[in-house]
Nanobody
Framework: QVQLVESGGGLVQAGGSLRLSCAASGVNFSINVMGWYHQAPGKQRELVATITTGGNTNYADSVKGRFTISRDNAKKMVYLQMNSLKPEDTAVYYC????????????WGQGTQVTVSS
């Protein structure tokens, strides 16, 4: 059973920083991509950043140069360092574990709220 638990959200002023953490358990060999998504009120869930088992990263254009995704395989952790935060970054942030092979499956955490005040 895959379980993902996010932490590190909170309230921060514009220009500030936060680091989100995702603790993963039950992750099996088929999962090859870990990522962060966010969902603002009234909007669809959107990709923020992903990182593969090989360490390749991908970012949404809106966060390039400000956010950094990383992983610690030994600790089974995934992180999202968020710098230069903007009010439009306000959303619930979800950790994702994904199978991207000939078949696909997604696992989600419960989400952590990030609020950026202007």
């Amino acid at each position: 059973q895959v379980q993902l638990v996010e932490s590190g959200g909170g309230l921060v002023q514009a220009g500030g920083s936060l680091r989100l953490s995702c603790a993963a358990s039950g992750v099996n060999f088929s999962i090859n991509v870990m990522g962060w998504y966010h969902q603002a009120p009234g909007k669809q869930r959107e990709l923020v950043a992903t990182i593969t088992t090989g360490g390749n990263t991908n970012y949404a254009d809106s966060v390039k140069g400000r956010f950094t995704i990383s992983r610690d395989n030994a600790k089974k952790m995934v992180y999202l360092q968020m710098n230069s935060l903007k009010p439009e970054d306000t959303a619930v942030y979800y950790c994702n574990a994904a199978v991207r092979r000939s078949w696909q499956r997604d696992y989600w955490g419960q989400g952590t709220q990030v609020t950026v005040s202007s």
